[in-house]
């Protein structure tokens, strides 16, 4: 069964405007991370959230963690064209040698 | 420093062909992982190598996916014979630990299709 939701599938906003996507999980984890994917290239990892921090900052990127919730979200601040890809988050269990388990991903489009 | 290579990074094969995907990850870097994406499915871990050892191969769907790594250094992954819902993008990653600390650097993929 899948581990991370996503949400929303789909996002369409204009350059200038905040980008939050959300994501969900099932079980307990030792962090959660999140990648960025332009299309037709390979993932590339954008910030790692353990499981004892509840938010962390990088750039115009902002990821809080709710392990209460098992929730975390991604916040792309001002965004710009080149933010248009698809966003993954992606958790590590415990004891799981860093194996990543994947969401469905958001599609972010933003527009010139 | 050269990231993680893919080859090829589209194939296209019939059913009942036999293909073999090639990683080659980050030099040092002891960890490496397959993924694959199948059309409008999440992306799905496959398995993961310490050097030429596998850690976890729970992701595998079934024997006709074989994957090695002589030496430690790159890795393959054949399909044999390969069947209609193979078809999807195999990722590869590389890390140089595993564990807590462990930012994957991804490939751009191979893009396998299977008429």
């Known amino acids: 069964s899948q581990q991370g939701e996503e949400d929303p599938q789909a996002l369409s906003i204009q350059e200038g405007e905040n980008a939050t996507m959300n994501c969900s999980y099932k079980?307990?984890?030792?962090?959660l991370q999140w990648y960025r994917q332009n299309s037709g290239r390979g993932l590339v990892h954008l910030i790692l959230i353990r499981s004892n921090e509840r938010e962390k900052h990088s750039g115009r990127l902002r990821v809080t963690l709710d392990t209460s919730k098992k929730s975390s979200s991604l916040l792309i601040t001002a965004s710009r064209a080149a933010d248009t890809a698809s966003y993954f988050c992606?958790?590590?269990?415990?004891?799981?040698?860093?194996?990543?388990?994947f969401g469905a991903g958001t599609q972010v489009v933003v527009t010139p | 420093e050269a990231g993680v290579t893919q080859f090829p990074s589209h194939s296209v094969i019939e059913k009942g062909q036999t293909v073999t995907l090639r990683c080659d990850p980050i030099s040092g870097h002891d960890n490496l992982y397959w993924y694959r994406r199948v059309m409008g499915k999440e992306i799905k871990f496959l398995l993961h190598?310490?050097?030429?050892?596998?850690?976890?191969e729970s992701g595998m769907p079934n024997n006709r996916f074989l994957a090695e790594r002589t030496g430690g250094t790159y890795s393959t992954l054949k399909v044999q014979p390969a069947e209609l819902e193979d078809s999807g993008v195999y990722f590869c990653?590389?890390?140089?630990?595993?564990?807590?600390?462990?930012?994957?650097?991804f490939g751009p993929g191979t893009r396998l299709t299977v008429l």
């Open positions: 190598f310490v050097k030429e050892s596998k850690q976890d």
């Open positions: 992606a958790t590590v269990l415990t004891d799981s040698w860093g194996k990543l388990q």
């Open positions: 990653a590389s890390s140089h630990r595993a564990g807590d600390r462990n930012e994957q650097f």
């Open positions: 079980t307990s984890i030792n962090n």
